[in-house]
Every structure is written in structure tokens, then in C-alpha cells.
């Protein structure tokens, strides 16, 4: 595991738009679902080819790891499939694993409070949109899988069970980056999908894929059925993205240093497939 890390410095571009009443105004049509559309269908034209050379470089992305280098347009490049050896899982009973890439913010549930950024918080019901289901998580743990365009991009199950219906929840397509987090309750306005998982060791979780800025698209190949753990559960297009779990009380033992590190404002590196937590007895 990777020593925890500030979130990334934020551009101009988004300061702009989240920051400036001008931007405000242009921010309004590029966190719209259709524009966000318009601009995943270009990024799957061949024309978008012309980006791939520039983006592995600049995010210093290992070619070594991937299952193939020839992409017929950005899309297939940003959505690439790792060897299985780049993203070994711990495939132990007793080992929560991480579904995804990311940095990691962990959180306990306390009453109905989930998220707290600045003077906000993010409650479960309306991450939820309303479902009581989330009544079962109070006292529970929260944790949230920032991802940015240099991470993998496809996610998968955390353990063996039976998945339910993909619930989908429209919305609009905020930016996950710290900025919007600070200005717009993003988590509860950004199209997202989520599904709960009768875990074999774990009780019942909730992983939810929460779209972003420019990802036209979350895409999950499964509705309900039988899944094993490492198994990919599905991917997201171009743009940066997040997987929210919630897992019962007294399910995980997760390790204390996340929930410091997120106290402090900092961030944890993990991989998929790596173990972050393990089964309490």
C-alpha cells in the first residue's frame, strides 16, 4: 500500500468554471448528460486516435501491462484491459479487497451522515435517492474510490455472491476533483449506478459507480446473477470517476490509518484486487 497524498492540484480551467460567475454560466453546459454524450462519441471516432501517444506519455501509463497497445479510437485507450498479472487479487476468503484504482477516502457512518466536505455533508438517503436500504448501513463504513484519467478504469466484484438489479440514477456530470467537491454536493447530483451484493463474507454491500465530467458512459455488463470475486464488473469511459461501497457495521475491519488519513485531508493509493481490509469475526 502507498503512502496516503494530498488531492491533486486543480487547473485553471476548473477553477474557472467552479470559482467565477462567468464560468458558472459555461459550467452549466459541460456538466450536461447530452454535451458529456457528444463528447464520449468523439473520444469513440478513429479521428480521436490523435490523442492516444500524448496521454500515455503524459500520465506515464506502462504499455507493458496491457493486454493490447492497437486502440481504434481514445476510448479503448482510457477503457484498456490490464494483463492479470499487473493486478494480482487476493483472492482469500478473510480479504476485503479494493474493486478499482483510486485514492482512497474511508469514512464511519454516523446517524445518517456519510461525507463531510467544508459545511456539507452527504447523507446515504440522498446517495441513495431516497431507497430505505440505507437504513441498514447507520454505524456502518463509507468508502470512496477517487479516480483520476491516469488510473485503471475498470472495476471489479470484491468478493463471491449474488448481485442484485443495477439501480441507475440520473443526473448531472460534475468534475470529482476536489474543486467541485467543495462547491456542489457532486455525489448526490452526478449520474451514478448501484447495485447491492449478497457477499459470501461480507454481509450486504452497496458499490455504486458515480459518472464524472465528460464520461458519457458508466458501463456495467451484469444485472442480477451469481459473481466471483476479481471478477470485472464493468468499466468507465473517458473522464475522471468514483465507486462508493458501504459496508454494515461489524462486517470489515478496515485498517485505522485510513480513517486518519482522510481526518488530515490526505488520500490512499490503492490497486485492484489489493487487500484493504479483512473479515471480522
Known amino acids: 500500500m502507498e503512502a496516503p497524498v494530498k488531492p491533486d492540484k486543480t487547473g ?3 477553477n474557472f468554471l467552479y470559482g467565477n460567475p462567468i464560468g458558472r454560466l459555461l459550467l452549466k453546459l459541460f456538466n450536461n448528460v447530452a454535451f458529456s454524450k457528444i463528447a464520449g462519441s468523439f473520444m469513440d471516432s478513429p479521428i480521436s486516435k490523435i490523442f492516444i501517444r500524448s496521454f500515455i506519455k503524459n500520465n506515464k501509463i506502462s504499455t507493458d501491462d496491457l ?3 492497437d486502440f481504434s479510437c481514445f ?8 494483463k492479470n498479472s499487473a493486478r494480482p487479487v487476493d483472492m482469500s476468503k478473510e480479504a476485503f479487497i479494493s474493486p478499482c484504482d483510486g485514492l482512497l477516502s474511508a469514512y464511519r457512518i454516523k446517524k445518517n451522515l456519510v461525507i ?6 452527504f447523507s446515504i438517503k440522498s446517495l441513495l435517492s431516497g431507497n430505505k436500504i440505507y437504513e441498514e448501513y447507520r454505524e456502518g463504513i463509507c468508502l470512496v474510490f477517487r479516480l483520476c ?16 438489479n443495477n439501480h441507475f440514477i440520473k443526473g448531472k456530470l460534475h468534475t470529482v476533483r476536489p474543486v467541485a467537491l467543495y462547491e456542489f454536493p457532486v455525489f448526490c447530483e452526478n449520474c451514478r449506478e448501484y ?9 450486504k454491500i452497496i458499490q455504486m459507480e458515480i459518472g464524472a465530467m465528460l464520461v458519457g458512459k458508466i458501463v456495467n455488463y451484469h444485472n ?9 464488473k464493468g468499466k468507465f469511459l473517458y473522464g475522471g470517476s468514483t465507486i462508493i461501497l458501504l459496508v454494515k457495521k461489524d462486517a470489515v ?4 490509518i485510513f480513517f486518519g488519513a482522510t481526518r488530515a485531508g490526505y488520500e490512499i493509493p490503492v490497486k485492484l484486487g489489493e487487500k484493504i481490509g479483512v473479515k471480522q469475526n
Open 12 to 14: 485553471f480551467l476548473l
Open 67 to 69: 493486454q493490447q497497445t
Open 75 to 82: 476510448n479503448d485507450c482510457f477503457s484498456r484491459k490490464m
Open 116 to 121: 463531510p466536505v467544508k459545511q456539507s455533508f
Open 149 to 164: 484519467v491516469n488510473h485503471y478504469h475498470r472495476y471489479c466484484y470484491v468478493d463471491n455472491g449474488i448481485k442484485g
Open 195 to 203: 447495485t447491492i451484493i449478497d457477499t459470501e463474507n461480507f454481509g
Open 224 to 232: 442480477k446473477k451469481r459473481i466471483k470475486k476479481g471478477t470485472e
Open 253 to 256: 475491519k478496515f485498517p485505522e
